[in-house]
């Protein structure tokens, strides 16, 4: 059974900024080093008019995760994701897949960005089909996506203004 979520970060500037920052590849090389650093590679990246795709790999040191987590599978996490974002308006929504190689670890979730300073806000769930430790896993799962959601605002507010 799968665990749910939600999340938001805000932004100090508008939607409209925020596209022009997803909307650019060096954007998300810069993003990926300055939360993933060592772990994470942008596999690709596509614009197709008003929609951007970003294929990624993240990964999480062994060193970083839970002791249920590495009972279950020991070592780094290797973590390939694909977010796609819609400019739709005045606002921005996307999806995002994100699984955990040679682990049955699944996390899916949409995204809604919009308002005068931008603000994002995710839903979606974990699954991580373990028998009887599956729950806490997702658990940890959701709180380790909270951090990088965070990481990532912290990133993008940086670029930003840098």
Request: net charge negative; proline share 4%; hydrophobic share 40%.
């Amino acid at each position: 059974m799968a665990s749910t979520f939600e999340h938001s970060v805000s932004y100090p500037f508008s939607v409209s900024t925020l596209w022009s920052l997803i909307s650019s590849e060096q954007y998300w090389r810069d993003l990926l080093q300055a939360t993933n650093a060592g772990h994470g590679s942008l596999e690709s990246f596509a614009v197709d008019g008003d929609q951007v795709t970003v294929v990624s790999k993240q990964g999480v040191g062994a060193e970083n995760l839970p002791s249920v987590v590495t009972a279950v599978r020991p070592g780094d996490l290797e973590i390939p994701r694909t977010s796609v974002f819609r400019l739709d308006g005045e606002q921005i929504t996307g999806s995002m897949d994100a699984s955990v190689s040679g682990a049955p670890a699944k996390i899916s979730g949409a995204i809604v960005i919009s308002g005068d300073q931008a603000v994002a806000r995710y839903s979606g769930e974990a699954n991580v089909s373990i028998p009887f430790v599956g729950g806490k896993i997702e658990k940890a799962v959701i709180e380790q996506v909270g951090h990088l959601l965070d990481a990532e605002r912290d990133a993008t507010v940086d670029f930003q203004q840098g």
